[in-house]
């Protein structure tokens, strides 16, 4: 059996190199960095995907850059992977397709998170369920206050409803919605008749 020449050799190692390149997540100068900035991450650790790789973000940091540069023509999202203890974080500008430069205008918005409650009259019956999109609380019959235990970061939405009525009971919920602030809601009324 003949040995490949040595200029085969050379050739497969080009090929193979050129193929995976064109695979994208390089660092070639056709594709584009992807970028932002980051406000509010005053503890713990923030972790950010792409949809191709990840960044993790430390404390006090004020920018982030992706690892691998995006194909141009390639679509991108940036989502929160993994969000910092008591800290709720947020991204805007995040998703798009890559144009012929680099995107540095994706903005990461933290803010402390807060508990969400308040107080319950006349339930003296078990069974009542409130809920705040996902998050679920279950009051014990007689009593007369309630937390979630999902916090809400400071700007979020919350909407407090009753997912489920007590047993003989019909609850309302008054100031159940709005946005968090700067401290915790304890005014969500709930009055059960």
Known sequence: MKKPSSYVRPLLVFALVSGLSACGGGSSSSNIALSGSVTGLTS???????????????????????????????????TVQA??????????????????????????????NHTLGGTITGLTAGGLVLANGSDTVSPAANATTFTFPVKVGGGF??????LTQPT????????????MGTSDVV???????
């Open 187 to 193: 005014n969500v009324q709930v009055t059960c008749s």
């Open 44 to 78: 713990g650790s923030l972790t950010l995907s792409d949809g191709y790789s990840t960044v993790a973000i430390a404390t006090n940091a004020a920018s982030f850059t992706f690892p691998y540069r995006v194909n141009v023509g390639a679509a991108y999202n940036v």
């Open 83 to 112: 969000q910092p203890a008591d800290i709720s974080c947020a991204v805007a500008n995040g998703a798009g397709i890559a144009g012929s430069s680099d995107i540095s205008n994706v903005q990461v918005t933290c803010a402390p």
């Open 157 to 162: 939405a919350y909407g407090v409803t009753i």
């Open 168 to 179: 003989g009971k019909t609850c309302t919920v008054q100031n159940g919605a709005g946005y």
